[in-house]
């Protein structure tokens, strides 16, 4: 779904669980508590009967009692949850997982939140900012770096481009191709 992505105003406090979106609930679906959600996540196995999801600002957890699959969607139902007037007030609320249950990515591939506030270093060694909103465009997402001036660049995430990226280090490593910088750009 392309779109804008940008960093969570505020991190958590020490200890305290970070949220990760997987879906939104679109609208009760039916007469026993089933809800239509729209799904966020690229492993929709996490949306399966018994798994946790919180839902909403407040983060309230909510245990899956019934899913299966729907159109481009999934229909859940939530132990406690039986009637559509229930599922009702959670309409277009966001559900979340916490992030430690999250599936191991294969090297190489990152979740979104470990590449906000990276340094953004070029291949010769200049430190070009920080790392602070992805654009999904659908083709390739897009890296808006921005430095202490104010000064944004636009990276394409690609691999002619994205050379490395360390989390440990909160570093990533890139090549300006040629276009990249505007000429005679001398604030980056």
């Known amino acids: 779904m392309p779109g804008r992505v940008e960093k969570p105003a505020g991190s958590p406090e020490t200890g305290e669980p970070v949220f990760l979106a997987v879906g939104k609930i679109r609208r009760p679906h039916g007469v026993t508590g089933d809800v239509l959600v729209e799904i966020y996540t690229d492993f929709p196995e996490r949306l399966k009967t018994g798994g946790i999801l919180y839902v909403g600002d ?12 729907h159109n481009d969607g999934i229909l859940l139902a939530f132990d406690g949850l039986t009637t559509p007037e229930q599922v009702g007030k959670y309409r277009n609320h966001v559900l979340y997982v916490t992030k430690d ?14 590449l906000f506030g990276l340094s953004v270093i070029d291949d010769t060694g200049k430190i070009l900012g920080k790392l602070n909103e992805i654009i999904q465009t659908g083709a390739n997402d897009v890296y808006v770096v921005k430095n202490d001036s104010g000064h944004e660049i636009l990276l394409p995430a690609i691999k002619d481009v994205v050379l490395g990226i360390d989390t440990g280090k909160k570093q990533m490593i890139v090549h300006l191709i040629p276009g990249l910088l505007d000429d005679g750009d001398s604030s980056v």
């Open 58 to 69: 407040k983060f309230l957890p909510l245990t899956i009692r019934r899913s299966r699959f």
């Open 101 to 114: 249950t999250s599936p191991q990515l294969p090297e190489g591939e990152y979740y979104l939140d470990e």
